[in-house]
């Protein structure tokens, strides 16, 4: 996937078509420390400067959304030191996309013990800001759907679709997802508003990342023809 570097929207250049919601997949984390002969959680501590910094483009480039996953409930089946290691991840990101002035939303299971609890105050309410930044944290597809089942047995006035009663329902539809790390999958990353996103992979591991290979998505998703299957 890789471009011209003459194809690739500048710093203040205007975008011919900007997604309007963009979804990160920053994948990596582990084998990015295991080549360094670090500690595997080490990984997500690097990964915390690239989303923020991430963060900060999608605001200059007009962006209006961005949803990236922190962790999910199948994560935490791993060794209790990684475990530890991304949750932390987790609420540093928070606290710097707070500071940036973000409008933070975080999405998942937050009964669980293993929820962060520092993260628990924007589960209810988005924060005011700018950029609507939504991150995925103890997060899994099966439970977003279990949650809507749940929610329309136990509400009076039940929402009017079944998105309405997601756990997820104030996420918006996704236009494009971006993974880093090289996997071809969406691993449970909100399906549903996945349903018609464009799906860009970035080879490099996510702690490297590059703002260039970012605008070479954009660029790439300058070319692609939207139809949401019509």
């Known amino acids: 996937m890789s471009m011209d570097a003459s194809d690739l929207p500048q710093p203040g250049e205007p975008l011919s078509r900007t997604p309007r919601h963009v979804g990160l997949i920053p994948d990596g984390n582990r084998r990015w420390a295991a080549a360094r002969g670090l500690r595997r959680g080490a990984g997500y501590e690097a990964g915390i400067g690239p989303g923020l910094r991430l963060l900060q483009v999608c605001r200059q480039l007009g962006i209006e959304e961005v949803s990236i996953y922190g962790f999910t409930k199948e994560n935490t089946r791993r060794p209790a030191g990684q475990v530890d290691a991304f949750r932390t991840a987790c609420v540093s990101f928070a606290k710097g996309a707070l500071e940036q002035g973000a409008a933070l939303l975080v999405v998942g299971d937050a009964a669980s013990k293993i929820f962060p609890e520092e993260l628990r105050p924007w589960t209810d309410a988005r924060s005011p800001g700018d950029v609507r930044v939504n991150l995925l944290a103890n997060y899994g597809w099966h439970w977003d759907l279990h949650s809507a ?22 996420v918006s539809r996704i236009d494009l997802v971006i993974r880093w790390g090289g996997r071809r999958r969406l691993s449970g990353f909100l399906p549903l508003q996945s349903a018609y996103a464009d799906f860009y992979i970035i080879d490099s591991l ?25």
Request: avoid cysteine; hydrophobic fraction near 40%.
């Open 206 to 230: 996510w702690p490297d990342m590059r703002i260039d290979e970012f605008r070479g998505a954009l660029a790439w998703y300058q070319e692609q023809d939207v139809t949401l299957g019509g």
């Open 149 to 170: 089942r749940a929610r329309q047995a136990r509400t009076p006035v039940r929402p009017a679709t079944m998105f309405g009663a997601l756990a997820s329902r104030d």
